[in-house]
């Protein structure tokens, strides 16, 4: 670069003189030809291929490599801008558009900042060597990762707090995780790489885990998870983020409202008894796919809690009702309180329908600084419930009683359900 800035300095001085203006003109289409030349590199070369930029040399400590063979063949691509490496330092979150063999679109994930990933290889470093840098792939086994592998599975000392997925695991949870993680020998045989994967992925992120365990093919809302290659993760492509939607007409604003609220139920009741508790809820963090379904595309901050071993535990006021307040929140935009400790010990808590009315279906500006008003801003002054929707809304958000978002949050689900049309799936 320093020698084209060069180049284009001289160019400009040669210019300002006649005599020189054809040789001026020569040097500009030199130029000009190197930087189309660097252009064309950027954006034909499929850095998919290339196991150093994928990060395959940090295995084990990395998220697997079940995909590491398509991705040497080039069934994978980068699309659209992600194809550009100069725009990777706007990138902060590592989040890429690419397609699988042409046709197929697809998300791929580092998981992490740089930095972030960056901070996880100096620690491990640290703990391993005492030196700020290291053999990540080999030292690995130096750190308290390798207590895994006298196991044949882990247990809650062993993986507790590595990140909000493991916050308060349960045995259940630990081996529900244990057995669904993909990146495995074909025979399903955990080898000790494969261990030092699943610890890698659950302290940087643990999202493909989740997306593994609580599978779309099994009715969550979640993207498919195809697998991984060194330190990227490919899952399904599903579609635009809500933010996309926060100017759509009303009808399609009701219709997706409905089905946040639907999420917020699922995620705190349903048969399997696991509380997913979201703690980071924005319009970037769903998306809507081609027929109108809502999925949650960011998983990495859901605390998950046991509800069936809570209940079996039956330790003092497991059974008393929880209830959210946004009180330290109120100056900080897009913020959620929430303590992970109450949540990991209550069998009742109202924090996703506390969650998904103040970070999604929002009543007032307080807390949306790109999208005033929430998703459901504008009501039609021609609609009947009007009132009564903002009455709802307004509750959801701050209950002027205790415990009141309870009876408040399945009151604005039936409601939301008849004015989007979904009255009927509701009465099945």
């Not at 080039?74 to 397609?99: A, P, Q």
């Not at 308290?144 to 045995?171: I, Y």
């Not at 506390?354 to 008003?373: E, F, K, M, N, S």
Request: glycine share 6%; charged share 25%.
């Amino acid at each position: 670069m320093a020698s084209l800035r060069r180049s284009l300095t001289r160019s400009a001085i040669l210019c300002s003189f006649r005599p020189f203006r054809h040789l001026c003109i020569v040097i500009l289409l030199f130029v000009g030809g190197l930087l189309y030349y660097h252009f064309f590199l950027l954006t034909t070369r499929n850095h998919l291929e290339d196991p150093s930029y994928l990060g395959v040399d940090k295995c084990p400590a990395c998220y697997g490599t079940s995909l590491c063979e398509q991705f040497g063949e080039g069934h994978f691509e980068f699309e659209s801008y992600s194809r550009l490496r100069f725009l990777d330092f706007i990138n902060v979150k590592n989040v890429y558009f690419g397609r699988y063999l042409d046709k197929h679109h697809v998300i791929l994930k580092k998981l992490a900042h740089n930095t972030e990933l960056a901070s996880f290889d100096k620690e491990l470093c640290l703990e391993a060597t005492q030196q700020d840098t290291c053999e990540v792939a080999r030292d690995i086994y130096k750190t308290k990762f390798s207590e895994v592998l006298r196991t044949e599975v882990f247990n809650g000392n062993q993986v507790g707090g590595l990140s909000d997925l493991v916050r308060c695991p349960s045995q259940r949870l630990l081996q529900k995780i244990w057995n669904g993680f993909k990146e495995r020998q074909s025979r399903g045989f955990m080898a000790r790489d494969n261990k030092m994967m699943l610890m890698t992925t659950l302290a940087i992120n643990p999202e493909p885990i989740i997306l593994t365990i609580f599978p779309k093919s099994e009715g969550w809302p979640f993207p498919r998870y195809r697998g991984a290659c060194g330190r990227f993760i490919v899952q399904e492509y599903i579609g635009k983020d809500l933010a996309s939607y926060y100017k759509a007409d009303w009808e399609t604003r009701l219709d997706i409202a409905y089905q946040v609220m639907k999420i917020a139920e699922q995620f705190t009741y349903n048969e399997q008894e696991f509380g997913l508790y979201m703690t980071d809820v924005s319009f970037d963090n769903f998306a809507i796919d081609e027929e109108g379904k809502v999925f949650v595309v960011d998983a990495e901050n859901i605390i998950v809690v046991d509800r069936r071993q809570i209940k079996e535990d039956a330790a003092p006021m497991w059974d008393q009702r929880h209830q959210a307040f946004h009180d330290e929140c109120q100056k900080h935009p897009g913020c959620l309180t929430f303590s992970s400790e109450i949540l990991c010990k209550r069998y009742h808590s109202d924090h996703n329908y506390y969650a998904v009315c103040h970070g999604i279906l929002g009543a007032d500006d307080d807390d949306t600084i790109r999208q005033p008003g929430g998703l459901l801003h504008d009501i039609p002054s021609t609609l009947n419930e009007k009132e009564q929707l903002e009455t709802l809304l307004l509750e959801c958000k701050k209950p002027s009683k205790a415990y009141g978002r309870y009876e408040i949050a399945a009151e604005l689900l039936q409601l939301l359900a008849k004015l989007s049309g979904h009255e009927t799936d509701d009465q099945r």
